[in-house]
């Protein structure tokens, strides 16, 4: 059974940090591409940051300079590291897990965790 737990979620001024983790079970978690999304009511999920196999990185364009996202794959966790939070990165932050192995794509999500920066 997979399953992606992710935690760090909280309440933070505006301007400070915050750092979500996300840990994994039930997959070779070395193989995968691991990444960070976020959602807010009545808007699809967006990309916030990703993370390669090979440990290498992308960003949204919003969150680039202020986020890092990175792995440890002895733990099985992915990490990311928020600091300059605004208002607008108010959101519930998701994990994912993705794999394509010939044709066929595996993928798997966590629970979600919230994230509430206060102006």
């Known amino acids: 059974q997979v399953r992606l737990v992710e935690a760090g979620g909280g309440l933070v001024q505006a301007g400070g940090s915050l750092r979500l983790s996300c840990t994994a079970s039930?997959?070779?978690?070395?193989?995968?591409?691991m990444a960070w999304y976020r959602q807010t009511p009545g808007k699809q999920r967006e990309l916030v940051a990703l993370?390669?196999?090979?440990?290498?990185?992308d960003y949204a364009d919003s969150v680039k300079g202020r986020f890092t996202i990175s792995r440890d794959n002895a733990e099985n966790a992915v990490y990311l590291q928020m600091n300059a939070l605004k208002p607008e990165d108010t959101a519930v932050y998701y994990c994912?897990?993705?794999?394509?192995?010939?044709?066929?794509?595996?993928?798997?999500w966590g629970q979600g965790t919230q994230v509430t920066v206060s102006s």
């Open positions: 994912n897990a993705r794999r394509v192995v010939l044709q066929s794509t595996f993928g798997y």
């Open positions: 039930g997959i070779t978690f070395s193989a995968y591409a």
């Open positions: 993370i390669t196999s090979g440990g290498a990185t």
